[in-house]
């Protein structure tokens, strides 16, 4: 998927998750305790994109339509399967970023721990910080680079916060690294969360990367 197509579906995944409050009840119901470790989500891209929806951003200076990006499912790399999602931007301008997102069902009215991982691939390792790893996982969907988080920040550690995400370095080895965050939410009024991974434009430099192996465990606390 591209630009051109992405615009078009992004009313589709708000109506495709307005449906999914009940699927998220049960399946989270009695999600306490022990159950907290079996994943809430989990994607390895084998039955390809599914519901899982696009987008990009770039600074002010640059118009979106200028920002060439693509982001599919591919056979090239994967951690364990046949397929991963390959998400390929242009560096031209030295800005952007370029994701996709996926609905992740809860129960209302609860506050959680979430444990979000990732599985991001790398052509080399390098000195260079040529990209950076995007995760986020919020009540809204992102819309520019602003509503991802800063550079070096991983909400770990930060306590309770309005959204949980990472942003960090790739190229730091050949080949897949993990990545993992944790986010302690406030109360939540919302029955969908949405989980985006992508990556920034740091060098100028055209990148591919791919993106596999992804899990959500969310526990009631």
Known sequence: MNRREA????????????????????????????DGDEPAFEERFEDGLGDWET????????????????????????VAGERS????????YDDG???????????????????????????????????HALMRLAPELPETEEDFPQPGLNTTDLGETPYGGLRDALWLADGWREYAFEWTTPELSTDTLYLAVGTAVIWEADATHYVDDLSVTVEPR
């Not at 708000?14 to 305790?33: E, Q, Y």
């Not at 987008?55 to 118009?63: H, M, Q, R, T």
Request: proline letters at 3%.
């Open 55 to 78: 987008g990009a951003a770039i600074g002010p200076e640059v118009d979106i339509d200028d920002f060439d990006w693509e982001v599919d499912v591919s056979e090239t790399e994967a």
């Open 7 to 34: 615009t078009a579906t992004r009313r589709g995944l708000l109506r495709k998750s307005a449906g999914l409050g009940a699927v998220g009840v049960a399946a989270l119901a009695g999600c306490s305790g022990s």
């Open 97 to 131: 970023v370029t994701w996709a997102v996926h609905p992740v069902p809860i129960e209302s009215g609860e506050s959680y721990q979430i444990e979000v991982s990732g599985q991001f691939w790398s052509e080399s390792e390098s000195f260079n910080t040529i990209r």
């Open 85 to 92: 999602l390959r998400i390929w931007n242009q560096g031209d």
